[in-house]
Structure formats: C-alpha cells, structure tokens
C-alpha cells in the first residue's frame, strides 16, 4: 500500500526558507504525478503545487516564483522549496499522489499527515 510522509515544516520569519519533503513508499513512485497542497484553518484545502512523473511543473499563483517543487526518483521523494514566506503561508503542507494529463495535475486518494508551516511576521 502507498504510504505519503511529510517533513521539513516548521517556525520561520518572514522573508526565510523552508524546504518540505515528501517520501513515497511503493514500486510505482516514478510513474506518478505529486502535488502539494496546503489548509490554514478554517479554510479549505487549497492547491499549491505539483510536479509530473517526468518533471513538469505546475504552481498556483500565489506561490509562482517563490516555491519550487521538484522530485528525486532515486529517493522516492518529492520537495516543496519555499522561498520568501509571508505570513499568508501559514498552513498544514500536505502531499498528495495523483494523476498528470494535459499538463495539468488530477488530485488523487492517497494523502499524507502533514507537516505544519508557520510564518511570523
């Protein structure tokens, strides 16, 4: 069964980095496409980021210029670098497996717990 762990969140001033990583178990890592997602509370999950089996990537524009997302098929985990927080940034950081077709990202069931982000200001 696929499993999703997250890490790399944490407490961060304004204006920092974060780099959030996201491990995959199972065979099938290389054939799939990842997004990244995000839930402040009392808000709804939103879309942040995603990246295809072969590179592609796709971002939200609040993020756009400021996240990279990326992937390491070797290690079967996937990242979210964050650059220049905001405040605004602050939610659970969430990795999801999906699909890519059309260059666009399809959410998929497979969730992992969550890693928290916090921004000062």
């Known amino acids: 069964q696929v499993q999703l762990v997250e890490s790399g969140g944490g407490l961060v001033q304004a204006g920092g980095s974060l780099r959030l990583s996201c491990v995959v178990s199972?065979?099938?890592?290389?054939?799939?496409?990842f997004g990244w997602y995000r839930q402040a509370p009392g808000n709804q999950r939103e879309w942040v980021a995603a990246?295809?089996?072969?590179?592609?990537?796709n971002y939200a524009d609040s993020v756009k210029g400021r996240f990279i997302v990326s992937r390491d098929n070797a290690k079967n985990t996937v990242y979210l670098q964050m650059n220049s927080l905001k405040p605004e940034d602050t939610a659970v950081y969430y990795c999801?497996?999906?699909?890519?077709?059309?260059?666009?990202?399809?959410?998929?069931?497979?969730w992992g717990q969550g890693t928290q982000v916090t921004v000062s200001s």
């Open positions: 199972g065979r099938t890592f290389k054939f799939n496409g």
């Open positions: 999801n497996l999906g699909t890519w077709s059309m260059n666009q990202f399809f959410r998929g069931d497979r």
């Open positions: 990246v295809s089996s072969d590179g592609n990537t």
